[in-house]
């Protein structure tokens, strides 16, 4: 039978491992404050990064319409200088309006040629020749009916040679 000192000994030590080996699950387990913090950092973080890409785009689109309405300006004035060039140097020969005088001409409401009103998209696929007739789009194009002699040459059974 143990002595009492070394059964008292042995509870010590197992209670002293068993406080160590519980401080360090402790330690590497994170707690759940732990998780929601960091949760919330990386939310915080993907809010941030949201905003600054959705103000990249905004800032991109202003960028993208001052460069337009720049270059409209510049294509008019292009525009207005050959008109002015071509009515000087050609004396009056050539007669071209100046792009304001064009832009008020063209309206939203001018009429559309009669050669684009007949316009017919190309097809993707081959047209019927008929309403009745199957076209090519359709799960049965090319494959015979049942009950056409060709389905049934298929299905009969093969004669019994008796003979051997």
């Not at 209670?15 to 699950?25: K, M, P, R």
């Not at 009429?111 to 316009?119: F, I, K, M, S, Y």
Request: net charge negative; charged share 25%.
């Amino acid at each position: 039978m143990p002595s009492v000192a070394i059964l008292i000994a042995t509870a010590v030590l197992s209670l002293g491992v068993g406080l160590a080996g519980g401080w360090l699950l402790g330690m590497r387990r994170k707690s759940k404050r732990d998780v929601i913090m960091d949760l919330e950092a990386r939310l915080e973080r993907a809010i941030e990064s949201r905003a600054d890409y959705e103000a990249e785009v905004a800032e991109h689109f202003a960028t993208t319409a001052q460069l337009l309405n720049r270059m409209t300006q510049d294509y008019r004035e292009v525009y207005n200088h050959l008109a002015s060039g071509a009515d000087s140097l050609c004396d009056g020969e050539v007669s071209m309006p100046s792009a304001t005088t064009l832009l008020e001409t063209i309206g939203d409401d001018q009429e559309v040629p009669g050669n684009l009103l007949d316009v017919v998209p190309p097809l993707d696929y081959a047209p019927r020749k008929s309403p009745d007739e199957k076209g090519q789009l359709s799960e049965t194009f090319g494959l015979d009916r049942p009950g056409s002699q060709a389905v049934d040459r298929l299905l009969e059974p093969e004669p019994l040679d008796r003979s051997a």
